[in-house]
């Protein structure tokens, strides 16, 4: 079983154009929320949630695309997948 950890999921997940557009949006919120002085009040983290009624393809890949790429931008980024359930076998 893959889930939105591994490549192969991601670039599936990815050929869906609404998946790359929320991606986008989501990362400019969090970059633009920073620059506009979010750190000025004393805060230095952003929480975001994602849900997928279906399980752990969509939302998982999001947020693995989204943490990585406000990581190439500089953020320091920490990844919990609190409801993902592995699978037996599941290497990811």
Do not use: W
């Amino acid at each position: 079983m893959y889930s939105g950890v591994h490549p192969i999921i991601q670039t599936a997940v990815l050929q869906d154009l609404r998946a790359r557009d929320a991606s986008r949006v989501l990362i400019n919120k969090v970059i633009r929320a920073f620059s506009l002085g979010v750190r000025a009040y004393g805060r230095n983290a952003v929480a975001m949630t994602t849900t997928c009624g279906a399980g752990t393809h969509r939302s998982v890949t999001l947020v693995q695309v989204i943490g990585k790429e406000l990581q190439r931008t500089g953020f320091d980024i920490q990844i919990a997948h609190l409801h993902r359930v592995r699978e037996p076998g599941d290497p990811y």
